[in-house]
Every structure is written in structure tokens, then in C-alpha cells.
């Protein structure tokens, strides 16, 4: 079990760029796939990005692709999250999770962990 703290969330103006962390503990980090979700008002749960243990291997879902981009720091035990040209859909609660099992990167599925979320606010 990992426990994780994201940060970075805040309002902006769209176009503008905000950089999410989830600083993960209590767990060996690099043994972990890590993913970030978000939920927006009367919608879904959306994996919006993930990564694999090593870092070699990302995801993005379709919405983010080329905006977004997911990294991770194993020495710092630090998940990122680096969002450019936001727009206002992009406006949810951000949450990072944390998943042992070995599952195919592009799966939403068997996160153990997660976060307590940040919350993004893009203003048109």
C-alpha cells in the first residue's frame, strides 16, 4: 500500500499551463504503475495519463494527447503531470493511483491507491 498527496492544482485561464505532482510513500515507488485520473462535475472517472515503473512506457487518453504529458522522478517518489493548453473541459478534480498488478498500460483498471485529488479550474 502507497499513500500519495497531489498538489499543483489551481485556476487558470485557458491556453495556460499547470504542472500537477502526486508525492507518493509508505511503499516502494518503482514498483508501482502509476496513473492520473480526473472527474468532472456528472461525468465518468477519465484516466488521463499513466506510466510505467521504469518511465519507458506512457499513455494518454485521447482528450490530452499532445497537451499532457506524464512523468515520474523514482529517486524523488514523484508522479507529474504536465498540462499545456488547457481548456476549459479540462476543468475536473485530478487524481493520481498507484497499482501493482501487472495490467496492460492502456487499462483504467486495479489502481489500489489513490489520491486525495486537486482540483483544476480552467476559465474561458
Known amino acids: 500500500q502507497v499513500q500519495l498527496v497531489e498538489s499543483g492544482g489551481g485556476l487558470v485561464q485557458a491556453g495556460a499551463s499547470l504542472r500537477l505532482s502526486c508525492a507518493a510513500s509508505?511503499?516502494?515507488?518503482?514498483?508501482?504503475?502509476m496513473g492520473w485520473f480526473r472527474q468532472a462535475p456528472g461525468k465518468e472517472r477519465e484516466l488521463v495519463a499513466a506510466?510505467?515503473?521504469?518511465?519507458?512506457?506512457?499513455y494518454y487518453g485521447d482528450s490530452v494527447k499532445g497537451r499532457f504529458t506524464i512523468s515520474r522522478d523514482n529517486a524523488k517518489n514523484t508522479v507529474y503531470l504536465q498540462m499545456n493548453s488547457l481548456k476549459p473541459e479540462d476543468t475536473a478534480l485530478y487524481y493520481c493511483?498507484?497499482?501493482?498488478?501487472?495490467?496492460?498500460?492502456?487499462?483504467?483498471?486495479?489502481?489500489?491507491?489513490w489520491g486525495q485529488g486537486t482540483q483544476v479550474t480552467v476559465s474561458s
Open positions: 493511483a498507484a497499482r501493482s498488478s501487472i495490467v496492460l498500460l492502456t487499462s483504467p483498471t486495479r489502481y489500489d491507491d
Open positions: 509508505g511503499g516502494t515507488f518503482s514498483r508501482y504503475e
Open positions: 506510466i510505467s515503473r521504469s518511465g519507458a512506457s506512457t
